[in-house]
């Protein structure tokens, strides 16, 4: 599924959409270059849970950051652009984030390798314009193709 975000807002609605789907165990992989918009619809996902958009910022130099959604489930916000691959992933602990009773959000996602997850819900988002980005969703696995269908 391909969308066409002219706005801030409207990817931030997009991921507002996305969050009212989203259960415990659910991971969304974001790929992009920077500037893309990766942290904008992470900032709308989190909205959509009941997580002030403000509290929302890009973990690069901690890597995770932690926030509580409405019904106390925890949303793990992963930045791995500073990582150089699985081993420095692997070090982080990721398997009690990604498989626990969390929503694991994960920028950068390319960085995983062969740690990609097998069952998750891919977004690439690319610059199309000075406030446009192509948002591209896909998914690998049976809750996942349950999403899409919710989703759209």
Request: glycine share 10%; proline share 3%.
């Amino acid at each position: 599924m391909k969308i066409l975000s002219k706005s801030i807002k409207q990817t931030l609605d997009i991921g507002k959409k996305i969050a009212k789907n989203l259960a415990k165990g659910d991971i969304i992989c974001l790929f992009g270059d920077l500037g893309s918009g990766k942290t904008v619809l992470v900032k709308g996902i989190a909205s959509g849970l009941g997580i002030k958009k403000e509290d929302v910022i890009s973990p690069t130099f901690v890597l995770i950051r932690q926030h509580n959604a409405k019904n106390n489930i925890p949303v793990y916000h992963f930045d791995l652009y500073r990582l150089k691959g699985c081993p420095d992933v692997a070090a982080l602990g990721y398997e009690e984030f990604f498989y626990g009773g969390g929503i694991s959000l994960i920028e950068w996602a390319d960085r995983l390798k062969e740690l990609m997850p097998r069952e998750c819900l891919k977004i690439k988002l690319a610059v199309k314009g000075e406030n446009s980005r192509s948002i591209e969703i896909s998914c690998q696995g049976r809750r996942y193709d349950k999403l899409m269908e919710a989703i759209t």
